[in-house]
């Protein structure tokens, strides 16, 4: 398919245009169209102003699209910039001439068809039907090509419209019946005009249409035009700011949790958000105003009473900003819900309402509490002290059994309720307990209330947010309890080896003094002998135990008396025997 060309008149038509109106958005104009003519910039402006070139039709038709919908968002551009193009351009002497010998636009139009036949790129056929001196129809078909559609249709309009004024009678008027980009075989306008007396046809035979004169009024009416199409440029701003505003506005009260209504000075719900129903089960038809919403909110005529009177207070005070209030409100299905109310000025003569079910929140508060005071009596009833404190080692809380040990007031440094010569062991202890790990110590303390030096282990632990617990517990009695213990164990020690050696030592003695007692009854020389043998057996005896002694080696015992144990010698020494 062959690239078909126009005039650089029709491009220097909209360049122009633009120039005269938004200067500022030429350089937009002419965006990326140097490189479809592979021209650079600068020469690129001057061939599209120039009025004798050709240039391909595809850039004339981009640089319509771009002057109606992306700087002047007006449709029928295409319509005004070619209607003064063709009013005020200087046709040269010898087409001014020709134009004013025709006299009128019916005789122009006569010869219409042969001049677009010899001079247009785009149109294939152009005839004119029903002429007569005020008006005719006008046949366009087009050639094809995917560039052409109905931007070029009024571009046609604006450039025939303009025609009387080159004769000094007003533009006529032209209204397309039908157009062969919408489906149609051809374009068909119909054009009227002022009829021209033969003053008229004279002057401007003669003189023309004052051009400077109306290009004048025409430089006025486009600057009141630009104005106009800048405030227009503002509204269309203004709307869609305002449209984004309550899009926005639509979409936070459409989503949030918060229940959200309008309501008007005769208390009218102008507005309820879907959380609201959501909140109370009631639809709209419930809720249409205030007394009927009371009505089914408050059964209890006294709370109905107190909520109608707090919404005059809160409505009567002025303010812009109201407090919040909290009542219990029935819903649909017959449950209660503890609910927050938050009410404000919209704008004049309405007021909004915030709702918040807070059931879970009061309920979840009240099980707190209820923790709180269980662990503080846990805490108040401890024998143990229990300090809490921050991370400046002040006390924060301390148990009964704390303030009598230590005196802990709230705020106080825990550091001075140590014993100066223990404050430096204090801050190392702190410092071990702050990098998250768990102290163990004993630590002796005065008792104030029952004088002396009191035994305590501390724990200390080093709890999220910042805060140490120390637990001091008193282990004086135990600590007492274990010096008797291994005081008796040190007795046990004593008396359970005495036991043994009188035990095993009796019997030995108890032979050896017989011995002897019998050695003085005795005369006779073999008895005395025998005596004297059996004296030595129990010394031998003796010897023998006082080596066992010697050899004992581990602890065994067994029962002597009934609650009496001595040492058991075969076991003890044993092991010593068998190595």
Not at 6 to 16: G, Y
Not at 541 to 558: D, M, P, Q, S
Request: proline fraction near 5%.
């Amino acid at each position: 398919m062959s690239k078909p060309r126009t005039s650089t008149f029709n491009t220097m038509a909209v360049i122009s245009y633009v120039r005269r109106r938004r200067p500022d958005a030429v350089p937009r104009l002419l965006e990326g169209l140097d490189q479809i003519l592979g021209l650079n910039p600068v020469a690129t402006e001057a061939l599209l102003s120039h009025s004798g070139r050709w240039v391909p039709l595809e850039v004339h038709n981009e640089m319509l699209r771009r002057a109606k919908e992306d700087i002047f968002q007006d449709p029928r551009v295409p319509y005004r910039l070619f209607f003064e193009a063709m009013a005020f351009h200087n046709w040269g002497p010898l087409k001014t001439i020709f134009i004013r010998l025709m006299g009128s636009p019916a005789n122009l139009l006569r010869a219409a068809p042969w001049l677009i036949r010899r001079f247009s790129r785009s149109v294939e056929k152009f005839w004119v039907s029903d002429l007569t001196g005020s008006g005719c129809s006008l046949h366009l078909t087009w050639k094809p090509h995917p560039t052409l559609n109905h931007d070029n249709c009024l571009t046609m309009m604006g450039g025939i419209a303009s025609m009387p004024l080159r004769w000094g009678s007003p533009p006529a008027q032209v209204v397309e019946e039908q157009c062969a980009f919408e489906g149609h075989p051809a374009t068909v306008l119909r054009m009227s005009w002022a009829p021209q007396t033969w003053r008229v046809h004279l002057r401007g035979l003669f003189r023309g249409i004052n051009a400077g004169r109306a290009r004048f009024l025409v430089d006025s009416l486009n600057e009141h035009a630009r104005q106009v199409e800048l405030l227009t440029e503002q509204s269309r701003e203004m709307s869609r700011a305002l449209a984004q505003e309550q899009m926005r506005f639509q979409s936070l009260t459409e989503n949030i949790s918060l229940g959200a209504a309008f309501v008007d000075t005769q208390g009218s719900f102008l507005y309820c958000n879907p959380a609201m129903e959501r909140m109370f089960g009631y639809d709209r038809d419930q809720i249409v105003n205030q007394q009927l919403w009371r009505e089914l909110a408050y059964p209890d005529p006294e709370i109905r009473r107190q909520a109608e009177q707090a919404w005059q207070e809160d409505m009567g005070s002025g303010k812009q900003a109201l407090g919040q209030r909290t009542f219990r409100v029935r819903c649909a299905d017959g449950s209660d819900k503890d609910v927050m109310f938050r009410a404000g000025f919209l704008s004049e003569g309405e007021n909004f309402l915030l709702t918040e079910d807070i059931t879970q929140s009061l309920a979840d508060e009240e099980r707190l509490k209820r923790s709180e005071s269980l662990l503080r009596a846990v805490l108040e009833g401890s024998p143990d002290a229990v300090l809490v404190l921050d991370r400046r080692a002040r006390v924060l809380m301390a148990n009964r059994a704390a303030n009598e040990v230590l005196d802990a007031e709230p705020g106080k440094p825990a550091l001075d309720l140590l014993p100066p010569d223990r404050q430096a062991w204090g801050r190392s202890l702190w410092e071990w307990v702050l990098q998250g790990k768990v102290a163990r110590e004993e630590l002796e303390l005065p008792l104030p209330n029952q004088g002396g030096q009191g035994i305590f282990e501390l724990l200390a632990v080093n709890l999220e947010g910042g805060l140490v617990v120390i637990n001091l517990r008193d282990i004086t009695h135990r600590h007492r309890l274990e010096k008797e213990r291994q005081r008796a164990a040190r007795l046990t020690g004593v008396v359970e080896p005495a036991g043994t050696a009188a035990h095993e030592l009796n019997q030995p003695l108890t032979s050896l003094l017989a011995s002897s007692e019998m050695m003085g009854m005795y005369q006779e020389v073999g008895d005395l002998k025998r005596q004297a043998q059996r004296i030595r057996e129990d010394a031998l005896r003796l010897a023998n135990l006082v080596e066992r002694f010697g050899r004992i080696v581990r602890y065994e015992t067994k029962e002597y008396l009934p609650g009496r144990r001595i040492i058991d010698l075969d076991k003890a020494a044993a092991h010593h025997e068998d190595s």
